[in-house]
Structures are given as C-alpha cells and as structure tokens.
Nanobody, 122 residues
Framework: QVQLVESGGGLVQAGGSLRLSCAAS????????MGWFRQAQGKEREFVAA????????YYADSVKGRFTISRDNAKNTLYLQMSSLKPEATAVYYC???????????????WGQGTQVTVSS
C-alpha cells in the first residue's frame, strides 16, 4: 500500500503561483511513476503532469505546458507541482497519484491522495 497526502492548495488570484506537495509513504518503491490530476466541479478528472521517480522524465498536459512544473524529492518521498501564471480555469481539486507505469490515463494509477482544493480568482 502507498499512502499519499496532498497539501498546498488555496485561493490565489489569476496570474499568481502556487506549489502543491504530495507526501508519499508506505511501499513507495513499488510505484515507479507519480502523477497530478485535477477535477473541476462537474467535470471528469483530467491529467495534469507525471514524472518517473527515477530518471525524472516528465509529461504535461498541453493546457499547462510551460506554466506548471512537476518535480520530486526522492529523499523526502515528496512530489511537487509548481503552478505559475494561474488561470481561473485551473480551479479544481488536485490529486496526486502513484502507479507502476507513467501514464496520462488515470486508470493506470493504483493509489490516490484525498485531493487539495485550488481556487483561482479572476
């Protein structure tokens, strides 16, 4: 089992920045990839970014490319999502996820955190 706990969400004005964190514990060595997803009210959960624990290969949704940066600290078992130039449409609950393979598809991830709310005001 892998436990994931997100933090860092909050209210920010459009154009601002926010950094999300996801602390992983448990059998983290069994999960080679980590991802961030988001779910806006009334919409499906969508892919934001993903990274391998080793090697650091990263993937981004086109909508956030160039503005969001995913990173990890292996020593701290912590995943980050640095979000810049935020837009109101980024308002959503942000979830981190862990899985065996890096993927844009949520069904490829085995473990999920409880989510953290990000609200971007216009």
């Amino acid at each position: 089992q892998v436990q994931l706990v997100e933090s860092g969400g909050g209210l920010v004005q459009a154009g601002g920045s926010l950094r999300l964190s996801c602390a992983a514990s448990g059998r983290t060595f069994s999960s080679a990839a980590m991802g961030w997803f988001r779910q806006a009210q009334g919409k499906e959960r969508e892919f934001v970014a993903a990274i391998r624990w080793s090697g650091g290969n990263t993937y981004y949704a086109d909508s956030v490319k160039g503005r969001f940066t995913i990173s990890r600290d292996n020593a701290k078992n912590t995943l980050y999502l640095q979000m810049s130039s935020l837009k109101p449409e980024a308002t959503a609950v942000y979830y981190c996820a862990a899985g065996e393979y890096i993927s844009r598809f949520r069904d490829q991830y085995d473990y999920w955190g409880q989510g953290t709310q990000v609200t971007v005001s216009s």
